[in-house]
């Protein structure tokens, strides 16, 4: 049984090609994976450590490494709250009390119905609007109690407008099979490239 | 100037001109002027990746001082190198304090404790007091990683060793570092393993006890260990290795770094089957088998079973005699016996190899390569076993070579091999059939065709299958010697000193020092006496004669025809006619248990002299302990028999049996005994001489197997059920059971269903065994594993065919 | 106009448009400034057609000459950059630096959400002038509205002929490949960014040897450039290298983006003129950041990222000119100044910077590893009020293992502090773990006082032997 869906297999494949080597299509992958089941299952990083040529363990050294890759379930929102020192400087840890009594949770939990967990997270290059958050990677700023507030109860309605947990960009990178020039592994890339030489050039 | 040598550049260290080499490490180019820069990540074999910053220094090249890791910075003219200024000292302190800071201090309790690198240079270089008063990281204690190896992560220090050498040296990346930053730390994929052939050398190279392995945790302390350096004999590699024992028991093994072999790695079979040593089954006492009861083995003297042995020797007569095996005995036990056999019972039916190898004037008439000679080589041509499981760390050099882009390797096996993932091209072919398809690329315009007619070569040849017989390798070296006039041969032999017991004569129609029977030396005329005249029968010659009645007495020199000769049905029905079969073991294998008379010699660890691997490099052998009970050496029981068949060997001491060797084999002339204790020969006394030659035969193509067949392919495994294996507690556990692989179109076909049981039918047996779909195999072969627990595949095999077919039916 | 941007276009909150030359933030006042429609009835792709008539070393040349100083931090003119690919070692490769994570930092993300092609179109010059055959262009991975917006731009650049094979009808081809990260902030440093982008962890490779423009991205001499100093390239070509250097001066012409967060009235972010503009004209500034909130007193601003020593009021006259800040002890590192006015307390300001690095570790020198750790773990329990004494020193000593030597600092001159220089010795590989000790070690050098209150009336600690012995 494969963990990508057909569909995901098949954007899998093409995401590969685009590297000179499988391995750079790690993260994307993972990011894939993410977003078809809303965290990293094992599952997911043994297919990925066949599609890229590599180990399972070293997909979850990868894996690993990198803060918004999770490797349990989360909530269907994940909000982040910035802590570093802008936000901090205008009032973070107040805006996170506020969130941990909001949603009943303490930073890292996940709320009993599935639908927020609460993370306290770095700066998220945002400073001038602090404090600020992010409810699956998209801003919010400025942000007061109120609107913390304001801010759960829109997202507990059925279609606010954020996706779920795991769906970063939402729009694809296309590469047109007409005009792609196409990735070669760099050992089977030997001269310069043409513009460099051409007599166009030269003139 | 004289002194401006190409390539070197001269810097610095503090204040003493230091010649290095232009592009070496600056810590390297320390060590050798005797200068100690301390160091945990850095490893002379493996890429510097400057993590642990123990090893800064002060590096000047003249824009002024700056504290550099001396594993990442090469060496430049005019560089200018400070390790003991204030910053250095300053900053190792530092980093000790930063190391012991998480590390638990458990040290009483610990593998390493006394031997440790953090330890050691916490006393020479650490501050000698923590301020550190938080609480520590903790993890769950000692996991298992593996079946072998036990990590504690608290111990760690994350130096990335253990990490490096599974992803670059064994490319077995199964160990990873996992998490960022405080919370790093070193860990499998959830049931994924670290079973790597080549997982000990992890615990090896550890800085501290984070890594230890199974069967030596808890056994001794380092300072309870008494070590000598010596040769490891498992198979034919021949690796440097540290014998270690504790109160006259075997307790480690360690590599040793020899630039020409091992490069200080060990296989996980050679690292830890010094248990089988240890074991309570060896036989201590000789066994006779019951007059009155044919099933009953009776403890015996030496004297009886010793008049025994000989009464059996002289009633078959010259004739009517064959000694079969060798390889496991040091060269001057080959040499001993070679010498009982030709001299005094007067009979050249003596094999060394067990119908699984290459005839031995073949072996002696290549030219010859050497390990280093293959990893330099434009292409290293593979014919043979899959080296990852016959000849690990042949593999493991190949595989570095290959990856550091120095040569390049191309297989041809009718079966998928462990070198795959690093071979440039892997040719699959029939089974038997490798001689066809390298005479067709060599003949077509192929870039690989050029390459091996214009680069250089270095074959590996030997038998890639058991199924098949020696003549698909015999064509493979014939038409590469024609072909390829310039390339020279690694043979893949199989078991430990076998290149040496061939060297001593332990072959039919070879003496020793590689001349041929009928051209001895002088020397050897001289000393010998005696020397038959015509050559003598094979191991499949001598199994033939015996199970024809012809030859009435088979001597077993701690060979076990039952389970590695390839045809099973032979060798029973051999040692069952032979009217007596006298065994010279460690143990009671299969073939040993039906012998007749049973003589207890020496294993590893309690022998010395000398052994010799496949490129023909003499290495010493150090007796480590005293062997059990009445135990003898080898050589010893060539004596006593001498003197019983009523000649005189005069062989007094393994020295002395050297010198004598030294004089008769014309290719070991010069190898004098005091080379032989020299230094020189810690990395080996490579001797590539020989004057045998040898005639090719012509071979016949296999038959086109039939429709309703399978061609039967059957290699090796390492972990197998060869004696030490299933003699180490720890590593019998290790050997799978057999499975045969079979494509699964030809599953399909014949309605099988992966993983039930089949009936499997060849010429010499039927039997039941799981089938397994396995898709990287050719249509139309099956492969099984020659050696697992409980099964052999030669019970299928019949020894003289070319190639052999298999059916397989549904229950 | 502000106004307009910080509530119509959400994702694009503050930026402050101000009266001084606009070089990269020229577009930022339409709403459907990201749109390849707009960029191009703005001339956009105009510079990349021109630069199609040139032959690339004489584009190379152009960027040279205008002596654009890198925006990622380092500060290192880009055309000289391009300069140290080995000649004759082919492929080379382009990777674009859009991770920006640097504490105090914001202005890359505005750049890809707002003018994506301008981006596009400097990657674009890049690879012709220099021969690289292939870009990734590596976003930070928690910017999906970033993501969204390259994305789209290189689907409408692809389609209409600007990437790929035969770029408007020239020889000249290229690939460009949107990439996410998965947040990391070390994956910043331009070797852990190749690292990451070659499937691993984001570990910075020690330079020498490995400096990307030699062996970078599958060992192949590789371009690392930051988002905002690519995105200067379309006006470079456009109006010529020397309309740049009458910008600013000599040796920091053009602009630069800033981004002024804290206890000012107006933060922001703003385009100002690199090497003249002075912090007080930008912190205290009517069309700029407008003075401190609630006129207060400014007690200290970090110049130049979370990584950077602080500054005191008595710093406010220096100019954006690294020549200038260096000697006093800090660097402009990426345009971020984060303000901490009299109401601060310092020790607990130091903390989320010490915090932020020691989390961010990579994990691969001990010093940091260990070290960034437990600085935090002392600072903590003296912002706790838990600390001692002696914690204060043993933060400087451990800090030192870091960092040994002298550490850079500012001159507080009615403290009688004298100014040390930047930069500083370090024995980890990259600037991760000197940055954890930075804001402390700026802290405690400048505000003693604040530090020696909080530790007040707390025994010292006693020491703990190692047992080494067995
Ligand atoms: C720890 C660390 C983090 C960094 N983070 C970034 C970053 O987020 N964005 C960036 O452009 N450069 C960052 N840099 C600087 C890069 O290493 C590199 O110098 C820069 O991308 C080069 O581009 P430039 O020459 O155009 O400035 C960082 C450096 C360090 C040491
Ligand atoms: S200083 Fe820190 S982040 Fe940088 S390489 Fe070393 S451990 Fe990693
Ligand atoms: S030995 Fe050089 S950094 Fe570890």
């Keep these: 049984m494969s963990f990508f869906s057909d569909e995901n297999t098949r954007l899998a494949e093409e995401i590969i090609k685009r590297y000179p080597k499988a391995r750079s299509a790690m993260i994307p992958l993972l990011h894939l994976a993410q977003e078809q089941e809303g965290w990293v299952t094992e599952a997911a990083m043994a297919e990925i450590a066949e599609l890229v040529g590599t180990s399972s363990a070293e997909v979850l050294g990868t894996c690993s490494f990198y803060e918004m890759f999770k490797r349990e379930p989360v909530g269907k929102y994940l909000i982040n709250i910035c802590t570093t020192m802008s936000c901090a400087l205008m009032g973070a840890a107040d805006l996170m009390q506020h969130a941990e009594k909001a949603l009943g949770v303490k930073s890292g939990g996940t709320t009993e119905d599935g639908m927020f967990t609460l993370e306290g997270a770095e700066c998220q290059a945002a400073c001038t609007e602090a404090p600020c958050l992010q409810v699956n990677y998209r801003h919010r700023y400025r942000v007061t109690a109120d609107e913390f507030d304001a801010m759960l109860a829109e997202l507990s309605t059925p279609d606010p407008g954020v996706p779920e947990h795991g769906v970063l960009s939402q729009i694809r990178q296309h590469i047109p099979e007409k005009n792609t020039v196409g990735a070669l592994p760099p050992e089977e890339v030997n001269a310069p490239p043409v513009w460099l030489n051409t007599e166009e050039d030269q003139s | 100037m004289s002194d401006s040598v190409p390539n070197e550049v001269s810097v610095n260290i503090n204040g003493a001109e230091v010649r290095a080499k232009a592009g070496e490490m600056l810590i390297a180019a320390a060590d050798r002027a005797g200068v100690h820069i301390p160091r945990f990540c850095y490893h002379e074999r493996m890429s510097s990746v400057g993590m642990c910053r123990m090893c800064l220094v002060d590096v000047d090249t003249g824009r002024g001082p700056m504290l550099q890791p001396s594993c990442m910075v090469p060496v430049a003219e005019g560089m200018s190198v400070d390790t003991q200024s204030e910053d250095t000292k300053r900053a190792q302190e530092g980093i000790l304090e930063f190391l012991l800071v998480n590390h638990p201090l458990d040290c009483p309790v610990c593998d390493k404790g006394g031997e440790c690198p953090l330890q050691d240079q916490t006393m020479a270089y650490g501050p000698g007091e923590s301020r550190f008063v938080e609480e520590k990281r903790h993890y769950e204690k000692p996991i298992p990683i593996s079946d072998l190896v036990h990590l504690d992560r608290e111990r760690c220090i994350l130096c990335d060793r253990c990490t490096r050498f599974a992803d670059e040296i064994a490319g077995d990346p199964l160990i990873h570092f996992t998490e960022r930053g405080n919370s790093t730390q070193v860990l499998t994929f959830p049931d994924e393993p670290f079973s790597s052939y080549f997982s000990g050398n992890t615990v090896q190279i550890c800085p501290v006890g984070a890594l230890t392995a199974a069967p030596y945790r808890f056994k001794a302390r380092p300072w309870d260990l008494d070590q000598v350096e010596s040769t490891c004999t498992t198979c034919s590699m021949g690796c440097r290795t540290a014998v270690q024992s504790s109160r006259n028991e075997l307790v480690r093994y360690l590599g040793v770094d020899i630039e020409s072999v091992n490069h200080g790695w060990l296989c996980d079979k050679g690292r830890f089957n010094f248990e089988a040593t240890n074991s309570e089954e060896r036989l201590t006492v000789p066994l006779i088998r019951d007059p009155n009861d044919e099933r009953q083995l009776l403890g015996s003297d030496w004297g009886s079973a010793l008049a025994n042995a000989a009464e059996a020797i002289l009633d078959a007569g010259s004739d009517g005699i064959g000694i079969i095996g060798g390889s496991r005995l040091t060269n001057e036990d080959a040499y001993a016996w070679s010498k009982l056999a030709r001299s005094i019972i007067r009979t050249d039916n003596l094999d060394a190899q067990l119908g699984d190898g290459l005839p031995a004037e073949l072996v002696h008439s290549l030219p010859p390569a050497t390990i280093a000679d293959a990893c330099e080589a434009d292409t290293v041509l593979v014919v043979g076993p899959d080296l990852k499981e016959e000849l690990a760390i042949l593999h493991l050099r190949l595989r570095g070579a290959a990856t550091k882009g120095h040569t390049k390797v191309v297989e041809i096996n009718a079966a998928p091999s462990g070198c795959e993932p690093y071979v440039e091209r892997a040719i699959r072919c029939g089974s038997g059939e490798a001689a066809k398809y390298l005479g067709e690329i060599l003949n077509s315009d192929d870039d690989l065709a050029t390459r091996l007619r214009e680069g250089s070569v270095v074959a590996v040849v030997g038998r890639s299958s058991m199924a098949e017989s020696d003549h698909s390798s015999i064509a493979v070296a014939a038409l590469i010697r024609d072909e390829l006039p310039h390339a020279t041969f690694l043979t893949a032999l199989r078991r430990g000193n076998v290149r040496g017991a061939l060297d001593m004569g332990l072959a039919p129609g070879v003496l020793p020092g590689r001349t041929a029977i009928d051209n001895p030396s002088s020397a050897l005329d001289d000393i010998w006496g005696y020397t038959p005249s015509m050559k003598g029968l094979d191991t499949t010659g001598m199994l033939q004669a015996a199970a024809e009645g012809k030859i009435r007495t088979l001597v077993l020199l701690g060979a076990d025809p039952l389970s590695d000769f390839p045809d099973r049905n032979l060798a029973a029905e051999a040692i069952q006619r032979a009217e007596t079969v006298i065994s010279l073991d460690n143990f009671l294998t299969a073939s040993s248990a039906q012998a007749d008379i049973i003589l207890p010699t020496t294993a590893y660890g309690e022998q010395g002299g000398t052994t010799t691997n496949l490129e023909g490099r003499i290495s010493r052998l150090t007796q480590k302990i005293t062997p059990p009970g009445s135990v003898r050496d080898d050589w010893m029981i060539a004596t006593e028999l001498a003197w019983r068949l009523g000649g005189d060997l005069n062989l007094t001491s393994k020295e002395q049996i050297w010198r004598e060797i030294e004089q008769v084999a014309p290719s070991h002339a010069g190898v004098t005994v005091e080379r032989i204790m020299s230094e020189e020969a810690r990395e080996g006394i490579l001797v590539q001489e020989s004057s045998v030659e040898y005639i090719f035969p012509s071979v016949q193509e296999p038959p086109i197997a039939d429709g309703y067949g399978l061609r039967l392919i059957s290699g090796r495994k390492l972990w197998d059920a060869s004696t030490t294996t299933s003699m180490s507690p720890s590593l019998r556990p290790l050997a799978e059971a057999p499975v045969l692989k079979v494509h699964p179109t030809d599953l399909q076909r014949l309605g099988i269903l992966s993983g039930s049981d089949v009936r499997v039918i060849s010429t010499r047996s039927t039997e039941n065994l799981k089938a397994v779909a396995d898709e990287s195999l050719e249509r139309g072969t099956a492969l099984l594993p020659f050696n697992q627990p409980g099964f052999g595949a030669n019970r299928f095999i019949d020894a003289t065919a070319a190639v052999n077919d298999i059916r397989i039916e549904t229950l | ?279 007080r004209d930008l912190l205290y500034g009517q069309d700029m950041c407008g003075g401190i909130r609630d006129d207060n007193q400014l007690k200290a601003f970090v110049p130049g990222g979370g990584s950077a020593p602080w500054f005191t009021p008595d710093q406010l006259d220096l100019p954006f000119e690294a020549s200038q800040v260096g000697p006093q002890g800090s660097m402009l590192g990426s345009g971020a100044i984060m303000v901490m006015d009299e109401t601060t307390d310092i020790p607990a300001a130091a903390l989320t910077l010490t915090k932020f690095y020691a989390h961010e570790s990579c994990g691969k020198c001990v010093p940091c590893r260990e070290g960034g750790t437990w600085l935090e773990q002392i600072l903590r329990r003296v912002v706790d009020g838990r600390g001692s004494r002696r914690d204060l020193d043993l933060l400087i000593e451990v800090g030192e293992t870091i960092c040994p030597g002298d550490f850079p600092h500012a001159a507080v001159p009615s403290k009688g502090i004298e100014a040390k220089p930047f930069p500083y010795k370090m024995t980890t590989i990259c600037f991760v773990g000197p940055s954890a000790f930075a804001p402390i070690h700026s802290a405690l050098t400048l505000f003693r006082e604040e530090f020696e209150a909080k530790v007040a009336g707390n025994d010292d600690r006693v020491l703990i032997e190692v047992p080494v012995n067995v």
């Design chain 3, 1 to 279: 106009m502000s106004e307009m941007l910080g509530t119509e276009i959400a994702h694009a909150a503050g930026f402050i448009a101000n009266e001084t030359p606009r070089i990269v933030t020229a577009r930022f006042d339409y709403e459907d400034s990201f749109t390849l429609e707009r960029y191009e009835i703005t001339g956009g792709y105009q510079a990349l057609r021109k630069a199609l008539q040139q032959a690339p070393e004489d584009v190379h040349k152009e960027v040279t000459n205008a002596t654009l100083l890198g925006r990622g931090g380092a500060g290192f003119p880009a055309g000289v950059k391009w300069g140290f690919c080995p000649p004759g070692v082919w492929p080379r490769y382009l990777v674009v630096n859009g991770d920006e994570s640097e504490p105090g930092t914001y202005k890359d993300r505005l750049l890809m959400e707002l003018d994506p092609h301008q981006l596009i179109e400097g990657c674009l010059i890049a690879c012709y002038a220099v021969g690289l055959s292939q870009c990734f262009l590596y976003v930070r991975g928690e910017m999906a509205v970033a993501q969204e917006r390259i994305a789209r731009a290189l689907n409408d650049a692809y389609e209409a002929g600007y990437i790929g094979r035969n770029i408007l009808g020239s020889h000249f081809s290229v690939d460009i490949v949107l990439h996410w990260g998965a947040g990391a902030y070390v994956v910043g440093e331009e070797t852990a960014l190749i690292e990451s982008l070659e499937g691993n962890r984001g570990m910075p490779r020690l330079k020498p040897p490995y400096f990307p423009a030699s062996i970078g991205l599958y060992g192949q001499p590789t371009i690392v450039n930051n988002v905002e100093t690519l995105s200067n390239l379309p006006w470079i070509i456009d109006n010529g290298a020397d309309a740049f250097t009458n910008i600013g001066t000599e040796t920091s012409p053009g602009t630069r983006m800033v981004a002024v967060s804290g206890h000012v009235k107006r933060p922001g972010v703003y385009e100002i003129v690199n090497g003249t503009t002075t912090f």
